[in-house]
């Protein structure tokens, strides 16, 4: 069955810097486009940032621009996100979700058990 | 980007219950429309997409409908593990933009 699990959740130091990691299994990775989404605490959801399946496309939302890199690598099966200069404002639980297109638009349709970021001094 | 919002922002409601939620886009997203199901301490799930398609092996109670601006996401009966908050979420363009959410509690 599809797992995502990821880690690298900590607490950190605002401009500090901290890298996420998922690992993927039970399905061909290389085929799938993956996003990050974050959760504030107690608030909604906010998509991150997403890569297409060979890693040539990547896209961010506009607030973690120039602070924070996602990347891949399909051969370990796994997906990072780097994040730099981190703001109180990036406190979340950090999510690693799988990216489906559909004829009309994309979805999340299986996502990791979430990674906590504390940014706070 | 584009807004979504959704009503009510609470509900209270008792096992068996019929629920209606609503999610209104600021644009036209024709049916690049997304619902999610998240139960506390846990990932969201994957409900509906393309605003009316089940996604496989989501119980047949949930149903969605809608298209352009103006969505809904109906639960025929609610049952114990369907307490929980529901977000919407637009496909269309990034941002890619979710719902603030529906938290639905029992009555």
């Known amino acids: 069955q599809v797992q995502l699990v990821e880690s690298g959740g900590d607490l950190v130091k605002p401009g500090g810097s901290l890298r996420l990691s998922c690992a993927a299994s039970?399905?061909?990775?290389?085929?799938?486009?993956m996003a990050w989404v974050r959760q504030a605490p107690g608030k909604g959801l906010e998509w991150v940032s997403y890569i297409t399946n060979s890693g040539s496309g990547i896209y961010y939302t506009d607030s973690v621009k120039g602070r924070f890199t996602v990347s891949r690598d399909n051969a370990k099966n796994s997906l990072y996100l780097q994040m730099n200069s981190l703001r109180a404002e990036d406190t979340a639980i950090y999510y690693c979700?799988?990216?489906?297109?559909?004829?009309?638009?994309?979805?999340?349709?299986?996502w990791g058990q979430g990674a906590l970021v504390t940014v706070s001094s | 980007d584009i807004q979504m919002t959704q009503s009510p922002s609470s509900l209270s409601a008792s096992v068996g219950d019929r629920v209606t939620i609503t999610c209104r886009a600021s644009q036209s997203i024709s049916s690049s429309l997304n619902w999610y199901r998240q139960k506390p301490g846990k990932a969201p799930h994957l409900l509906i997409y393309?605003?009316?398609i089940l996604q496989s092996g989501v119980p047949s109670r949930f149903s969605g409908s809608g298209s352009g601006t103006d969505f809904t996401l109906t639960i025929s009966s609610l049952q114990p593990e369907d307490f929980a908050t529901y977000y919407c979420q637009e496909s269309y363009l990034a941002p890619y933009t979710f719902g603030q959410g529906t938290k639905l509690e029992i009555k």
């Open positions: 393309a605003a009316s």
């Open positions: 979700a799988r990216r489906i297109y559909y004829a009309s638009g994309s979805n999340f349709d299986y």
């Open positions: 039970g399905f061909t990775f290389s085929d799938h486009y």
